[in-house]
């Protein structure tokens, strides 16, 4: 399943991350990742060591709780994993399923006209800021072949009702702040 879930500004913070973060993305060690590089914001509960592209990210990931909040009874749902991934052209993620009790919103940052997402029985080629909410629970890959590099911004978001550790607490604060 893909829902489409609104669209937010990314011009900012797709400039940022090409300008400035991009010399910085490593490659997936996924064993379904093939050709395929992440720049971490948040992993595993943790901010990442330089918290410089988290507060770059900071305004735009507010926003996009907002927009996410109707998911939640409209109630600020938590952060999870929160990455840049970007798959090249030629690249792809095989079919699989992710376990993990969370939401995955995918905004498009750089857009590729042969890039795809599937979950399920569907499938989209993202556009540039709209916020697509992709089910990952189920089967579910993406395809790049196009010209140039898909690359999106991806947000683990956590139920409110799941209750939030310590560190997602400092992290919503932080963001806040």
């Not at 992710?98 to 795809?116: Q, T």
Request: proline fraction near 7%; charged fraction near 25%; charge should be negative.
């Amino acid at each position: 399943m893909i829902r489409p879930l609104g669209f937010l500004d990314v011009a900012r913070l797709s400039g940022s991350f090409t300008m400035i973060f991009a010399k910085d993305m490593v490659d997936s060690r996924d064993v379904v990742d093939h050709d395929v590089r992440h720049f971490w914001l948040r992993h595993e509960g943790r901010d990442v060591e330089n918290d410089k592209p988290w507060k770059a990210a900071k305004g735009f990931l507010t926003r996009l709780r907002n927009e996410a909040a109707p998911l939640f009874g409209n109630r600020a749902p938590s952060f999870g994993d929160v990455f840049v991934r970007s798959i090249a052209p030629g690249g792809r993620i095989d079919w699989h399923t992710d376990p993990a009790p969370v939401h995955r919103v995918h905004i498009c940052l750089n857009p590729s006209p042969g890039g795809f997402l599937f979950s399920g029985g569907m499938s989209i080629c993202p556009a540039v800021g709209n916020l697509l909410l992709v089910e990952h629970r189920i089967l579910h890959s993406a395809i790049n072949l196009g010209p140039c590099p898909l690359v999106e911004l991806v947000t683990e978001l956590v139920s409110p009702d799941q209750g939030e550790t310590d560190d997602d607490a400092e992290a919503l604060v932080a963001l806040e702040a």
